[in-house]
């Protein structure tokens, strides 16, 4: 494992990566300094958290003079690369990292890695699930990245014979050099454009999951979605795919036919299990899971681990997530859902009538075919947040006798829920799926999803 000592680092940003980098590096005798654009008055937490580890705090912005004392500059994710710490550092030279980055040059087994612009917690969870049914005592299987807890806080207890898999998001593919093993990308749809600029640019990036693997290594990719399926001339190793239809012959994948899950190997197929085994609703959750039997069977996980990866899981919070029946409609909460695509993607799992709500904060992102599918489905729908504007002019004048029949604009979540219930009839879903991030009211998706529970369950 790299020497730390007497390194001298400064980690940008100090949420839940920035923390556990911090007390990485601090542990193993780096000089290490966490700075945060919050002022000092809102992070008392943190230095509570920090103890008495010797990490230097530096809260109310990123001044330059912090790069006089740095040998390495650490990028918490959603650090944007414009910022003028990170430009002036790339000018003097200073390398830049991450947390994923760090932990891939250390960690001493397997690594699974997933990305995707949707549906990579759903994958990853489930990939865990048929991790933890295939991995044989006393090795243990370690899920984490983008998802729960930054794996690098247990990287001392990670041993050789260990399975890790990691969900990554753009964000900590940039700084990567080192590929997984076995690396997966689901879907490469219009996502964090304000981040990468361009579709070239983001496509680039999620590549680089691919970028360092070998011939031995497996990457999993996704057939019906042409983001991912136009990297296939980048696998160096074996490649295994999914998709809805079945594979043509000599490619290996998994597929759903006949009211079944399949897996082929060249010419031969073997079945998996019934499509009716899986609690998770939409097409694209069926692909989710096709997905996660591809990563498992790249990793040499039997088809029984599979099977029970998938038996019992209702999904994850905010996600499609269930909340309650108040007034005869059945009410949804799709925080998770911070782009267009996967408004589109919710919309498309239910039949019932639609009332739905649509907000927060815009990515420089396309609205327009999700305002062409609200035309085609959903019978109301209720506008807040700072994105208002744009989907307001997407969505364009009602138009008598056509869907949507109301439009409604709010300022806030909360406002928008009352909203809701103004409108509501028996036999209705109502559906928090925003298309936008969280940050213009919320720390981040899993507190707007609370909140949408927590004021849902007020009613």
Known sequence: MKTWNGQRVLILGAARQGLALARFLSQRGAIVTLSDQKPAEEMKSIQETLGSLPVSLAFGGHPITLLDKTDLLCLSGGIPLTLPIVINAQRREIPITNDSQIFMEAVPCRVIGITGSAGKTTTTTLVGRMAEAAVVHPHKTWVGGNIGLPLIEYLDEIEAGDTVILELSSFQLEQLTHSPQVAAILNITPNHLDRHGNMQAYTAVKAHILAYQ????????????????????????????????????????????????????????????????????????????????????????????????????????????????????????????????????????????????????????????????????????????????????????????????????????????????????????????PGGTSFDEFIDFEQRGERFLLWVNQL
Request: charged share 20%; proline share 5%.
């Open 214 to 433: 070998t011939v031995s290594d497996l990457a999993v990719l996704g057939r019906d979605d042409p983001g991912s399926w136009g990297l296939a001339s980048q696998v160096r190793g074996k490649l295994i795919s999914f998709g809805l239809e079945q594979p043509e012959k000599g490619l290996a994948g998994t597929f759903c036919y006949s009211g079944r899950l399949y897996m082929q190997d060249g010419t031969a197929r073997q079945e998996l299990m019934e499509q009716r085994a899986i609690l998770l609703r939409g097409e694209h959750n069926l692909l989710n899971v096709l997905a996660a039997c591809a990563v498992a069977w790249a990793s040499g996980f039997p088809e029984a681990a599979m099977r029970k990866g998938v038996l019992g899981f209702a999904g994850v919070p905010h996600r499609l997530e269930f909340v309650r029946h108040y007034r005869g409609a059945d009410w949804y909460n799709d925080s998770i859902a911070t782009a267009p695509e996967r408004s589109i993607a919710a919309i498309r799992s239910f039949s019932e009538p639609l009332v739905v709500l649509l907000g927060g904060r815009d990515k420089n992102l396309p609205w327009q075919d999700l305002a062409d599918l609200i035309h085609q489905r959903v019978d109301h729908v209720i506008v807040f947040g700072e994105a208002s504007e744009k989907i307001l002019k997407a969505l364009g004048p009602i138009e008598p006798g056509k869907r949507p029949l109301t439009i409604s604009h709010c300022q806030s979540l909360q406002e928008a829920i009352l909203s809701a219930t103004a409108v509501i009839e028996p036999g209705d879903v109502v559906l928090l799926s």
